[in-house]
């Protein structure tokens, strides 16, 4: 997959990924491409680590689900930062 393509799949799979997630997530697209670039990395590597399947294709199912999946979990680590730094703000 072209760096473009995966650019264009992070951001896409962040945004389904905050779609997903209840609550309200902070950060704008360029945190939402972040997250998702982030996530469909870590999505690659957990699927090409138990299924032996990564994210290679930008039309391929499997490249989508992983990306988001990753991204859902990125996205949970992050509000947990956040959310302590906005904590002890207050």
Not at 63 to 80: D, K, P, T
Request: proline share 1%; glycine share 18%.
């Amino acid at each position: 997959m072209s760096f473009l393509a995966f650019l264009l799949l992070g951001l896409i799979a962040g945004a389904i990924a905050k779609l997903i997630l209840p609550g309200k997530q902070g950060g704008g697209w360029f945190i939402t491409l972040l997250l998702g670039v982030v996530g469909a990395i870590l999505g690659g590597w957990i699927g090409s680590a138990i299924f032996g399947v990564g994210v290679d294709e930008f039309w391929s199912l499997s490249s989508w689900l992983l990306a988001i999946g990753g991204a859902i979990i990125v996205l949970l680590i992050y509000g947990l930062i956040v959310g302590r730094n906005n904590k002890v703000r207050d």
